[in-house]
T-cell receptor, first 113, second 112 residues
């Protein structure tokens, strides 16, 4: 079966711009979680969506937002980009909103210049 | 403050030898731990887990040990192979089971 697909794989944006990243979960998975990976902070939880509802949110500013569509695909948006937002953004899907069944995508590498 | 700590950013071992990756945690209420392996340009993949009702879990060359009194777990890889070269993260569920808290990772290099 197809894995978790994240698009685009790489992105370069300028400070102040906004960006939208996409995640298509494994077919049948209803939960999508987003993580940010940076060299200094490691992997940090952004938010989790289940059946189009945000269930959990991490400690990130309001510039980071997301949504989930009825087909479980998810997008995350970052507005007013800062240099510190440069990171690998990973999404993970699972069948039932449980981390025990996580499958991660390969991520979107965002560079803010 | 980090709730899960991997204090060694990197580890280098010779092929065939044992690799030991360590992880400490701060909250004694944490009761389940997972190890993920990550290659460059790929997402993390689940490797092995352990519940606090056990002190050891083994899967092939990989064994995880849990010392609850010390709030410490370790991942042993025996024998290490060059294909094991990757970044290893330990993680634990927080706030129920819907999100993971990760350590910062240890980069393992296995030299042929």
């Amino acid at each position: 079966k197809a894995g978790v697909t994240q698009t685009p794989r790489y992105l370069i944006k300028t400070r102040g711009q906004q960006v939208t990243l996409s995640c298509s979960p494994i077919s049948g998975h209803r939960s999508v979680s987003w993580y940010q990976q940076t060299p200094g902070q490691g992997l940090q939880f952004l938010f989790e969506y289940f059946s189009e509802t945000q269930r959990n949110k991490g400690n990130f500013p309001g510039r980071f937002s997301g949504r989930q569509f009825s087909n479980s695909r998810s997008e995350m948006n970052v507005s007013t980009l800062e240099l510190g937002d440069s990171a690998l953004y990973l999404c993970a899907s699972s069948l039932d909103s449980s981390i025990y069944g996580y499958t991660f995508g390969s991520g979107t590498r965002l560079t803010v210049v | 403050d980090q709730q899960v700590k991997q204090n060694s950013p990197s580890l280098s071992v010779q092929e065939g030898r044992i690799s030991i990756l360590n992880c400490d945690y701060t909250n004694s209420m944490f009761d389940y731990f997972l190890w993920y392996k990550k290659y460059p340009a790929e997402g993390p993949t689940f490797l092995i887990s352990i519940s606090s009702i056990k002190d050891k879990n083994e899967d092939g060359r990989f064994t995880v040990f849990l010392n609850k009194s010390a709030k410490h777990l370790s991942l042993h890889i025996v024998p290490s192979q060059p294909g094991d070269s990757a970044v290893y993260f330990c993680a634990t569920p927080l706030g129920g089971s819907e999100k993971l808290v990760f350590g910062k990772g240890t980069k393992l290099t296995v030299n042929p």
